[in-house]
Structures are given as structure tokens and as C-alpha cells.
């Protein structure tokens, strides 16, 4: 016979887990004690399905577990834009696993995790910058078409060394979109020469995002002083945690130049971020954010967001494409009847090229990298969908469900064409890098990126399955 405390315990621990601890929240899926909802996103990996399936059951506004921390998802556009754009300042607050970003990085913020009025600065410092250095004008274009040039060069060489056509474009995608951010931030480009610390750099990238999604290290974020000891997630919190320190170390060798530098030639505007960051430095007396430490984690922040999603975006855009040779024909077809000989494809040419731009507008929508986005946390009581929300509730917007457009598996362009597909037309939920005032600052950089590079690659070259 099972004694009475045993089952009052028993009903208490069922009581606070399917009804006291959700009791404020939206319906969402039953959690697990002590997982959450982690069997059910591991099951359909790396989480979409498990996303589009609860929207389904519960709308789009509900509450889903990782470990014990409650996660109120957004999963629609409408939804998004009634919060996180028309009421943006009650969403600002961040929340990427707080405590757990403080113990990895050593209590320094990048701009992931930053708030207040410190985030405020370091965001419309950065913007500031990087718009100063090119982003979103014809010096930015110049600076790809330089690195573009190079990627061709060596694509040539290697079909010259191999005597084959038959090649995998990925590292010189890599490499090229990688040399991009290393020039903004460091004023450094990746030549052959250097290239193969490159590579080793982008294998802990890899690494290090791979380890995110895992769901030992999601337990770990979640309640971090509660399991980073435990046996098993003792060894995931070592391999994230060494991993982040070897990218840590990287930029912070690839910054040493520009630190050491800075106060050179005081009279010219800075030529990377981290001159920038420096002077800015001297000028506020480290407050405001600005000090070495933050520095580090804001370009270990910016080296990732950089790099990772354009090229993942990119690369699986080509995956989808080598599928659609009809599309791949009437793009290239459009290129060479608009363009004529013009070597390279620019930006202004956009205007010329629909079908092309809805190419690479579907190929985003198609990726659709980012199965979660980065939380935010509520700055005050709120009503999402109906429902009354604290203030400090953690809220994740689900990109990856907005991007499942009807009929989500077909690749389309014309979803982005009026209907005589003589140009492009805005389509709101086309979201792949968030939205609202904690959108990716480098959103229009990424755009730019990709339109560039596939439209070129494919102006170039006839790129198929081998």
C-alpha cells in the first residue's frame, strides 16, 4: 500500500506542474516536470513542426516549456505586429537565458543581451557605425564586388588546378561572406593566405550554434545553476562554454591590431568597428557599455549574426534552387535579356530584375534558419491575443511559423510578384531576421548579401547537382 504522504506528495508535485505553475499563462502543451516541452521539440527537430502543430491546436498565442522556464510564443504576424511593432516598447527588454549568458560570458553583454539605456546607446552606436562604414550604400556594394571578384578567382583557379567543373561552392560562399563582416569589424580580409584560419575559426562557429540547439544545453539555459554540475550536463556545459572562449579568443586577436591602433591618425574617420568602439571608449570613460569586456562579447555577437545566418540562408537557397531548374533558366534568362553585358549584378539593378528579387525573397522564406528567435521580456503588464501577460514575462516570437506561407513547401517566387510579374510586391510576413525595435541591425546588410551573391553566382555560372 503507498503511503499517504507519499501520494500527497505525488498530487501535489501534478497539481503545481499542470495547473498552479500555468495557471496565469496561455494554454499550450502539457509540460513535462522538471523538461518542459523539450521531448516534443527534440522529437521533431529542430522544432518547426512541433511550432506549427501547437499554433494549430491552441491558436496563435500560447505557452510552451524548456525545462521550467514558461515561454509565451507569438506565431503570427498580426499578432507580432500589434506587439512588437505598434507597442514595441512594452517588448524591449531581452531575455536569451540571462543567467546563463552571464555565467558563459563572464558577466559581459553583447548586443543580444544588453537593456536599457545601455542597449539603447551600443544599438544606435552600432547603427551609426556600420552606416558610416558603408552599410546599405554604394560602398558597401564595392566593398562585395571586391569580395565576389575574389570568390570567382578562386572557383576559376579550382576548376583549373582539378580540371573539373564539378566542385562544392559552400567554402567560397563561406569565405566570401566572412571576409565581408571581418572588413567592417576589423578592416581585414580573408586572402587564400589566410584562409585556412578561417576555416579553423568557422568549425567552433559551427560548434557553437550546433550546441544551442541541443536539448541537454536548452535545459542548462533554462536553469542553469540547477544543472551546469549535474552529471551529463556537466560535459554540455563544458564543450559550450569552451566553445564560446575559443571564438572569444579569436575576435580578441583580430581586434588587437585596431585596439592597439586607435589613437593613430585621430583626425580621419575609423575604418572598423572596433576603432570606432575604442574611441568611443576614451570619449565616455568606459560607461555607457563601452569597455573591453562588452567589447569582445559584441563581436563575438556580431562575428555569429554575420556570418551564420546569411550563409545557412544562403546555402540552403541554393540546396532548394538546384531543385527548380525552370526557375533557375528564367532567372538567368531574365539577368541576361535586362543586363546585357554588365559583369557584375548590382543593387539598382533590382528594380530590373522582379523575378530575380523574388528569388531571393523566397529562398529566405524557404531557409528559414531560426526555428527560435531571441525572447524579449515584457516592460509591464500586457494583453497578447486576448490574454493578460505580466510584466517580466518571458515572450518568444516564432519567426519560423510566420515563414510557413500556404502551400510552405513549394518553392514559389511569384508569391512576391504582382500578378503580371513586372515587379515586386511587399509581402508583410516575410520576416527572416525578426522585427520590431529588436530587429537584426544588419538586416538590410544580409539582404544585400544575398541578393548579390546568388545573382551573381548564377549570372556566372550554371550551378547544378553533380
Known amino acids: 500500500m503507498i503511503p499517504a504522504s507519499l501520494l500527497l506528495i505525488g498530487f501535489l508535485i501534478l497539481f503545481y506542474n499542470y495547473f498552479w505553475k500555468r495557471r496565469e499563462l496561455p494554454p499550450g502543451p502539457l509540460p513535462l516536470p522538471i523538461f518542459g516541452n523539450i521531448r516534443e521539440i527534440k522529437n521533431n527537430p529542430p522544432g518547426y513542426d512541433a511550432y506549427r502543430n501547437w499554433r494549430d491546436i491552441y491558436g496563435p498565442v500560447f505557452t510552451y516549456w524548456i525545462g521550467e522556464k514558461p515561454l509565451v510564443a507569438i506565431a503570427d504576424y498580426n499578432t507580432m505586429k500589434e506587439t ?28 543580444t543581451s544588453f537593456e536599457g539605456e545601455e542597449w539603447v546607446e551600443q544599438r544606435k552606436f552600432a547603427i551609426k557605425t556600420f552606416h558610416r562604414l558603408g552599410m546599405g550604400k554604394n560602398v558597401m556594394q564595392e566593398k562585395m564586388f ?27 560562399i563561406e569565405t566570401c ?13 580573408i586572402t587564400r593566405e589566410r584562409k585556412s584560419d578561417y576555416m579553423k575559426m568557422k568549425t567552433i562557429v559551427y560548434e557553437y550554434t550546433g550546441l544551442f540547439g541541443h536539448w541537454a544545453v536548452q535545459m542548462i539555459m533554462a536553469k542553469p545553476y540547477l544543472f551546469k554540475d549535474l552529471p551529463f550536463f556537466k560535459d554540455y556545459m563544458q564543450k559550450i562554454h569552451k566553445a564560446y572562449w575559443k ?15 586607435y589613437k593613430m591618425d585621430m583626425d580621419s574617420e575609423a575604418n572598423d568597428y572596433v576603432t570606432a568602439f575604442m574611441r568611443q571608449h576614451d570619449a565616455t570613460e568606459e560607461k555607457k557599455g563601452y569597455n573591453l569586456g562588452n567589447l569582445n562579447s559584441i563581436l563575438v555577437d556580431f562575428y555569429i ?23 533557375i533558366g528564367k532567372m ?31 529562398l529566405q522564406r524557404m531557409a528559414n534558419v531560426m526555428p527560435q528567435n531571441i525572447a524579449r521580456r515584457t516592460t509591464k503588464d500586457v494583453v497578447i491575443g486576448g490574454y493578460k501577460i505580466k510584466e517580466g514575462t518571458t515572450i518568444m516570437p516564432l519567426m519560423s511559423a510566420v515563414l510557413f506561407f500556404p502551400d510552405h513547401l513549394k518553392f514559389d517566387p ?20 525578426s522585427c520590431g525595435r529588436r530587429m537584426c541591425l544588419g538586416a538590410e546588410m544580409a539582404k544585400m548579401e544575398i541578393f548579390l551573391i546568388v545573382a551573381n553566382l548564377f549570372r556566372h555560372y550554371d550551378v547544378c547537382f553533380f
Open 146 to 172: 571586391i569580395e565576389l571578384s575574389r570568390m570567382f578567382e578562386d572557383m576559376d583557379e579550382e576548376i583549373k588546378v582539378t580540371g573539373s567543373n564539378d566542385m562544392n561552392v559552400a567554402p567560397f
Open 305 to 327: 549574426a554575420g556570418q551564420d545566418t546569411t550563409i545557412n540562408s544562403i546555402m540552403w537557397g541554393i540546396i532548394y534552387l538546384m531543385y527548380e531548374p525552370e526557375v
Open 414 to 433: 511569384t508569391r512576391f510578384l504582382s500578378p503580371d510579374e513586372k515587379s515586386v510586391i511587399k509581402v508583410d510576413e516575410l520576416i527572416p531576421f
Open 332 to 362: 538567368q534568362k531574365e539577368m541576361d535579356d535586362k543586363l546585357g553585358d554588365e559583369e557584375f549584378v548590382g543593387i539598382d539593378d533590382k528594380i530590373k530584375l522582379p523575378y530575380t528579387t523574388a528569388v531571393t525573397h523566397e
Open 84 to 111: 512588437l511593432i505598434d507597442d514595441g516598447d512594452s517588448y524591449i527588454n531581452r531575455d536569451f537565458f540571462n543567467d546563463f549568458m552571464i555565467i558563459l560570458r563572464n558577466n559581459t553583454f553583447g548586443l
Open 177 to 189: 561572406v566572412a571576409s565581408i563582416i571581418y572588413s567592417i569589424l576589423f578592416d581585414y580580409q
Open 247 to 261: 571564438m572569444s579568443e579569436h575576435v580578441e586577436m583580430m581586434a588587437a591590431d585596431a585596439i592597439k591602433n
